[in-house]
């Protein structure tokens, strides 16, 4: 019974919270608001599932905020000096996977640790945008932020485009090598490596793709916003960690999905701030409802966990003497 | 005929001790080798140089008439060599096809060949005779289903050699008769295989030849038919005695320093009980794996209980917990210093005084010059020579033994409690470790002495418990040490004894 519980936890807490909310206000389940809910949780589905990626590695990834950050300055810069918007979308995406690409090697070939990498690049990247973009906020022509708006077949484009990055990386994940062998990875380094696994070209992948999500989360965000503000994407990481750490990833690495756990967590993380939102609640609650939100994801992360040490208990690597 | 394996004159010495004297071995296609011997006789290390984690200092292995020298585990696994280990080395969190094919997966555009994984992964497994879908997790696989999977890993791989290091300690009864068939059908095969065990019946009933390991010398080598269990025993112990043990100077006291009752703990310690007089020193005998380590530190405090009592000079710990203990006076010295003891980067007094800094505070005030004195008195009487000032994993492992030593001695310890306090030293700190213990003694404290050599035991403790599978089995007070009957009872025969 408790093993159902902590197993199916990602979705029994998503249940809940929807009924929560539901009895709580009559306009939090309705079509109208399923469709913002879905459109409002678009950027950060996108962003937990990079960084669900990162968490099976072992890794962290704590500079995806700021990477957004950058890449909104960046589009928003240009798109200020008259580049066709699809133009400028792309060429600010790409320095996504570029900075992905700098963390990757440090990790893999200097060994740096994740942490301190992205922790250096949180800084880094949040003060590059402000420097590029002299702190002011950034109003976006309308051609540009129209896109947010728009819809194909009755759903609205960033849904769509989370639905395509979660695609596509669930393929990646469940259906490639690369993608089962960051599981080993994740789980012990050395024995994978032992194990004849290219462990530092896993990691460089894994850092690109988390710099991508980013870059893609960033331009989704900014097409609903319509205006780069200086606090653009801060504290994003956060709300993915949490999100993907709900969704059933471990900190400990080996453990985690794109789907269907990154996309339930992320939905989690967005009702709750949506449901709080239609109930207007006192904004001083936000930051409480977070932290429990946190707490919840770690309480889980640590019950899951002993769980996997109970069946990994006699598959220690020890050899006797060997010393 | 050529055969598969052939060692000749294999040298191995760890900081001076020379753990494999010469060892010659050699192996035809189609037979299993049986390896016995007691704790430290070089079984581990023999296995270690062949699976590639360790090079041998000297001598040639001939793998297939070809010159063999594995210098990692892959080239070891390339050429056709793998180690199956007791504690097994697959991914929970992947499925049994990817653990089985995890560096060659077979790979198409769209991604991974699903089908051909199943096919190929189905093929192995009926191999061992594992019938589970290959998507199975193996977070859900029994310890002996895990160990299928491994060997299917090797035969996958196309090994030639397999190395079994104890395979049956954590198997059910079915499992291990079910991997006894397989080993037979790997025989039937062609395939070499070595079968490193303390089960000598099971060595006996599957081994074509038996190579006994005595200190690192090999000491018997024959058809298993020309082998009993007794013969075995008589072979494996024996060693000479290169050691002269400090005579005890005071009485054993009346107090009972250390007391467990009825100690358990689910599937590593069942149901001990056992107590230690001031000045006594209680050693516990065993082989790998019979839960004396765990023992200790139960009664230190690491591990929680499942059932049972602590008691620490008569008063009863309800929960034991490492601050408890060492308040009453308990310390605890692990075989592995590096892991558990010593902190490697600081220096060697600040190690030394890490548990008694306490003591040289006078109202919450360190007095940093008196410790440190006290720490450079204590260094000069244990020989612990150079600068107290550099880091402790400059020192050889005898002077970092004796570094935790001094740490506890600056805390003049009611209870001691020693888990292979001399494994991995060389002679000369052996004897001084020897002559620390007798000094502690004598000073009344009380000692329980964990050592996986029997001499050890037998030269300084005052009664001999002998633990198998968690279980106290037996006692030896000091005047019926025996060395063949201490080590029959670790192995239970006891009725050979």
């Not at chain 1, 770690?298 to 020890?318: C, E, I, K, P």
């Not at chain 2, 970092?400 to 700190?429: H, M, N, S, Y």
């Not at chain 2, 037996?474 to 009872?489: I, K, M, P, T």
Request: include cysteine; charged fraction near 20%.
């Amino acid at each position: 019974m408790t093993r159902f519980l902590v197993n199916h936890s990602p979705a029994l807490l998503l249940v809940a919270v929807l009924i929560g909310f539901s009895i709580g206000s009559p306009r939090f389940l309705t079509p109208q608001n399923a469709v913002n809910l879905l459109t409002q949780g678009a950027s950060a589905t996108i962003l937990a599932a990079g960084m669900t990626w990162v968490l099976v590695t072992s890794g962290v990834d704590l500079s995806a905020g700021s990477l957004m950050f950058l890449v909104a300055a960046a589009c928003g810069k240009m798109l200020q000096s008259d580049v066709e918007p699809l133009m400028a979308a792309v060429a600010a995406a790409a320095i996504g996977p570029l900075c992905g690409v700098a963390h990757g090697m440090l990790i893999a070939y200097a060994g740096a640790s994740p942490f301190i990498v992205t922790l250096a690049s949180l800084f880094l990247l949040r003060g590059a945008g402000l420097w590029f973009s002299r702190t002011r906020a950034m109003n976006l022509p309308e051609a540009f932020s129209r896109w947010g708006a728009e819809k194909l077949l009755g759903v609205p484009l960033p849904v769509w485009v989370a639905g395509v990055v979660v695609l596509v990386l669930y393929w990646l994940q469940t259906h490639t090598a690369f993608g089962r062998q960051c599981y080993a990875v994740g789980y012990d380094p050395a024995a994978a490596r032992k194990a004849g696994v290219h462990v530092r070209a896993a990691l460089m992948k894994t850092y690109a793709l988390s710099g991508a999500c980013a870059a893609i989360a960033a331009l989704t965000a900014l097409t609903q916003l319509g205006a780069v503000s200086p606090t653009f994407g801060k504290d994003r990481e956060f709300d993915a960690i949490a999100a993907a750490v709900l969704g059933g990833a471990s900190l400990f690495g080996g453990r985690g999905n794109v789907f269907p756990g990154a996309v339930i967590g992320a939905m989690t993380v967005a009702s709750v701030f949506n449901g709080l939102n239609v109930m207007n609640a006192n904004p001083y609650v936000y930051p409480l409802i977070t932290a429990a939100v946190v707490f919840l994801a770690m309480l889980f992360d640590g019950l899951r966990r002993r769980q996997l040490v109970q069946s990994a208990r006699t598959m220690r690597w020890n050899v006797e003497g060997a010393r | 005929m050529n055969p598969l394996l052939e060692c000749r004159k294999i040298r191995k010495a760890f900081a001076g001790v020379r753990v494999l004297k010469d060892v010659d071995l050699q192996l035809a296609s189609g037979q299993v080798l049986g390896l016995v011997g007691e704790n430290g006789a070089g079984k581990s290390t023999m296995m270690n140089i062949l699976g590639g984690v360790l090079p041998a200092d000297d001598g040639a292995m001939l793998l297939s008439g070809t010159p063999y020298a594995p210098r990692n585990p892959a080239q070891a696994a390339a050429a056709g060599v793998r180690i199956v280990h007791q504690e097994l080395n697959l991914f929970p969190n992947l499925s049994v096809a990817e653990n089985l094919f995890l560096d060659r997966i077979p790979r198409a555009p769209w991604g991974i060949r699903r089908t051909t994984l199943s096919n190929q992964s189905r093929e192995i497994l009926r191999q061992v005779n594992l019938d589970r879908d290959p998507w199975t997790p193996v977070a859900q696989l029994s310890t002996g289903e895990r160990q299928l999977v491994e060997i299917a890993k090797a035969l996958g791989a196309g090994a030639k050699l397999i190395v079994f290091d104890e395979p049956t300690t954590s198997l059910t009864q079915p499992e291990a008769a079910r991997l006894f068939a397989i080993i037979d059908n790997l025989r039937g095969r062609g395939l070499g295989v070595i079968y490193i065990s303390h089960q000598l019946d099971d060595v006996l009933r599957l081994a074509n030849d038996v190579l006994v390991l005595r200190d690192g010398v090999r000491q018997a080598c024959g058809p298993a038919q020309a082998f009993t269990i007794p013969l075995l025993i008589q072979q494996m112990i024996g060693r000479e005695l290169d050691h002269v043990f400090p005579e005890r100077r005071a009485a054993i006291g009346e107090e009972i320093v250390l007391q467990l009752r009825n100690v358990s703990r689910r599937g590593v310690v069942d149901d001990v009980s056992l107590e230690v007089r001031s000045g006594e020193i209680l050693g516990i005998a065993g082989m790998m794996g019979a839960g004396r380590s765990e023992l200790a530190r139960l009664a230190f405090g690491l591990d929680p209980l499942d059932a049972g009592t602590v008691q620490l000079g008569g008063d009863m710990l309800a929960v034991p917990t490492p601050a408890r203990t060492v308040k009453k006076g308990v310390a605890l010295i692990t075989e592995d210093r590096r892991d558990d003891g010593l902190l490697l980067n600081a220096s060697v007094d600040d190690n030394m005084l890490l548990a008694s800094w306490r003591d040289h505070a006078c109202a919450g005030w360190l007095r940093r010059r008196a410790a440190k004195r006290a720490a450079a008195a204590m260094a000069d009487s244990l020989k612990i020579g150079g600068a107290l000032d550099r880091p402790v994993v400059q020192l050889s492992g005898g002077n970092q033994q004796k570094a935790i030593f001094a740490r506890w001695l600056l805390r003049k310890p009611r209870c001691l409690i020693l888990d292979e306090p001399t494994r991995g030293v060389d002679v000369g700190a052996k004897d001084e470790i020897y002559r620390l213990i007798r000094r502690l003694t004598d000073a009344g404290t009380a000692i329980l002495l964990i050592s996986s050599e029997i001499e050890e035991l037998l030269g300084l403790a005052d009664r001999v418990a002998v633990m198998r599978a968690g279980r106290m089995v037996g006692e030896f007070a000091r005047a019926e040490f025996d060395r063949e009957r201490v080590l029959a009872c670790a192995l239970g025969q006891e009725a050979l004894a």
